[in-house]
């Protein structure tokens, strides 16, 4: 199929003909530069070689779990993943994102939702805006990683290491869920796994101190729950 030229590189890894066939048909009408893969040897290398800016992954493949080609692009580079599958288990939707999955859509699904997932997972993708010195912004709220500081509006927050670090993790995936999983890894190690009670009452006292040095309300719900899965933060947008 000849691709829309110029728009965002899709790599689409669906193993049923039909199906991939009407997703690329679809997808270049909407202006993607489509690829395909009908399996996940040839995912990873039409992956390495063209680069896409989003990767459309189905987990039923012929040869592998859609699982190790998730994880394979990870261990390389930060290229959104959106996965499509008939997987309705909960567990395989944690597992998924916490495997570096940026969203997750079942089957059946409407065609306008997916392009909408598709969109936001590249934006995403660019990441939140940083600088040279390891500043992160979003709205009002402004972490430096270099003097370990956090500031709204210019009022510093006092947070603790963990707490610290935490919104940091959050950040650097803003829009994105955080698995409880990936917190626990990142912020407390390995020796913590299973141990999401952590997570729970530091999330709730991040929460409290952005609160209270929050004078205009606009950082209210900034960091949302995702039932059963974990956390991210709102996009707020830069200032």
Not at 56 to 82: C, K, N, W, Y
Not at 101 to 126: M, N, Q, S
Not at 131 to 151: K, M, Q, T, Y
Not at 226 to 235: A, F, K, L, M
């Amino acid at each position: 199929m000849s691709p829309a030229a110029g728009g965002p590189r899709i790599l689409v890894v669906e193993d049923d003909a039909e199906t991939r066939s009407a997703l690329l048909r679809e997808l270049a009408a909407g202006g993607y530069e489509v690829d395909e893969a009908p399996d996940g040897r040839t995912a990873l290398e039409r992956w390495a070689l063209r680069r896409p800016d989003v990767v459309l992954l189905d987990l039923g493949l012929p040869d592998m779990d859609g699982l190790r080609v998730v994880s394979a692009i990870r261990r390389e580079a930060a290229t959104p993943i959106v996965i499509l599958s008939g997987r309705y288990e909960e567990r395989e939707k944690v597992e998924a994102l916490d495997r570096g999955a940026d969203d997750y859509v079942t089957k059946p699904f409407g065609v306008d939702e997916l392009r909408a997932r598709l969109r936001v997972a590249i934006r995403r993708g660019a990441g939140p805006r940083g600088d040279a010195e390891g500043r992160i912004a979003s709205g009002p709220l402004v972490l430096d990683a270099g003097r370990h500081e956090v500031a709204i509006g210019g009022r510093p927050v006092d947070l603790t290491p963990r707490e610290f670090e935490l919104l940091r993790v959050l950040l650097t995936h803003r829009g994105r869920v955080v698995t409880k999983g990936r917190l626990l890894r990142a912020v407390w190690g390995e020796a913590y796994r299973g141990e999401d009670s952590y997570v729970y009452v530091h999330v709730s006292q991040l929460r409290r101190k952005l609160a209270a040095a929050d004078a205009t309300g606009v950082l209210d719900g900034l960091i949302v729950t995702e039932p059963g899965v974990g956390y991210r933060i709102r996009d707020l947008g830069d200032t």
